[in-house]
């Protein structure tokens, strides 16, 4: 392969802003309180400050309830599941159609977030579904479609030649488009979500660890390695760490590590943001699935086309002892499948990271009151590699399973009841 590390930055050119991802970050370390002493007895505390966590900070403030957010790392980071700069949005959901209704309200939050800060967050491409006819992906997403009348064209494969004549896909594949798809950018929704919590009367810390929590006499107490804290209620939002996190619950979460690359294009030009949409590709077994070339001055990030393969069952590992250095291997299967499905989507490889799934046993979400606690803790995990989209939703849900006892969004099949 033809490999070379390209981290070039929108800084670089004269006439280049600073990118907002980078403004925003500078915002939010003048407002994060790192000073000790901070109060020390809270409402609610979140474990966790990254994509469910930062939209749950966001909500309780927004209520009036006073908020601690426990960050181990800094806001945003790469060591977990909410890096890389997009992340596909879509409503005809082919894991199951119960999601659709909260992916329905999903949408109306990412709009209210963008509506209250003035920034975008959303960015409609449209999806290019393919895969056989038969493929259960395939066939999930024309149900859901057609439950909940998601407006989802079965394009031929003429049409699909004319449209996007940079696919190259195998005869007798199925083509489906859902036109209001597309993708959210994960490191700007995690810091807007954390700067409006903040300004609401949230307190965040970064880089600070959890060593333990209890509950005793009904108060829960946080231990971590710089202090302290004492809370009525309690979200845990630790991805990847959800395991180590919550009580009996590594049996049910197993993270894996995954492997995403940003490419050089033989025709640039013709996989840009606004001429190439989103995709997922059901080949081989497999999905794959990519984004357009996203611009510089507006996004920041790794160059390039964005593709990954979505694989709950990847190397099990540990998020503590990750290996972050990629293997040939990693690299080649992503290829392959480029160069045979989008034949002039390679001509070089720019940059490659790691990032981790937290699989649950059935590949579905666990939103859910821990037993055991008189609905004192509140858990969201095992979000399986698809789970960002419903950041919006995850936090309204969580705030109101914490504070109210219970949501009156359809979350039943999240429940953590299944899992028995």
Not at 18 to 41: A, D, N, V, Y
Not at 71 to 78: G, K, L, M, T
Not at 271 to 300: A, M, N, Q, R, V
Request: net charge neutral.
């Amino acid at each position: 392969m033809n490999r070379r590390n390209f981290s070039q930055s929108i800084t670089d050119s004269s006439t280049a802003s600073i990118p907002l991802e980078e403004e925003l970050s500078s915002r939010l370390l003048t407002l994060i309180q790192k000073e000790i002493p901070i109060p020390t007895h809270y409402d609610v505390i979140v474990l966790g400050v990254g994509s469910m966590g930062s939209a749950t900070c966001y909500q309780l403030a927004q209520q009036g309830y006073k908020v601690l957010g426990l960050e181990q790392f800094d806001i945003p980071h790469e060591l977990g599941s909410h890096g890389g700069q997009s992340r596909i949005i879509r409503k005809a959901y082919a894991e199951h159609p119960d999601y659709v209704p909260l992916l329905e309200r999903a949408y109306q939050n990412w709009r209210s977030l963008e509506s209250a800060t003035g920034i975008q967050v959303y960015f409609k491409t449209g999806l290019l579904y393919c895969g056989k006819s038969n493929d259960p992906f395939i066939k999930g997403v024309k149900l859901s479609s057609e439950k909940y009348q998601i407006p989802v064209e079965e394009l031929s494969a003429e049409e699909t030649q004319k449209r996007y004549p940079q696919f190259r896909l195998p005869k007798g594949y199925k083509q489906l488009m859902e036109p209001e798809a597309g993708f959210i950018t994960p490191e700007r929704s995690i810091l807007l979500y954390t700067e409006q919590a903040i300004r609401q009367g949230a307190i965040i810390r970064t880089r600070e660890k959890i060593r333990e929590w209890k509950r005793e006499n009904g108060t829960i107490t946080v231990v971590t390695d710089k202090g302290q804290y004492h809370t009525k209620k309690l979200v845990i939002t630790a991805g990847a760490w959800g395991g180590k996190m919550i009580p009996g619950f590594s049996k049910h979460l197993t993270v894996t590590r995954q492997v995403l690359a940003w490419v050089k294009p033989k025709k640039w030009n013709d996989f840009t943001l606004g001429d190439f949409p989103c995709w997922i590709i059901e080949h081989g077994g497999h999905d794959y699935y990519g984004f357009p070339i996203l611009p510089e001055d507006k996004l920041s990030g790794p160059s390039g086309m964005k593709l990954a393969l979505h694989y709950p069952l990847g190397d099990p590992t540990d998020p503590d002892a990750v290996n972050r250095k990629i293997r040939d291997v990693d690299e080649k299967v992503l290829i392959d499948a480029l160069q045979l499905l989008i034949p002039d989507g390679y001509e070089s490889t720019l940059t490659m990271k790691t990032c981790l799934y937290t699989n649950s046993p059935d590949q579905n979400f666990i939103i859910d009151h821990l037993p055991g606690y008189d609905k004192d803790v509140v858990i969201a995990a095992g979000f399986s590699g698809h789970g960002f989209k419903f950041v919006s939703v995850v936090g309204e849900i969580l705030a109101d399973l914490a504070m109210n006892g219970h949501c009156n969004l359809p979350i039943e099949f999240l429940s953590i009841g299944r899992l028995k």
